[in-house]
């Protein structure tokens, strides 16, 4: 049980390091009008 505690927490941690790192760095890479473009 503590196992799967630990692995599905260490998976969330993962998701959003690369989603929020991904965000920010697109934002400041295209700005925000050509990224709805």
């Not at 196992?3 to 599905?8: E, G, K, W, Y």
């Amino acid at each position: 049980m503590f196992i799967l505690f630990f692995i599905v927490h260490w998976y969330l941690a993962l998701f959003f390091q690369t989603f929020f790192h991904h965000r920010y760095a697109s934002h400041r890479a295209f700005k925000m009008n050509k990224f709805w473009e």
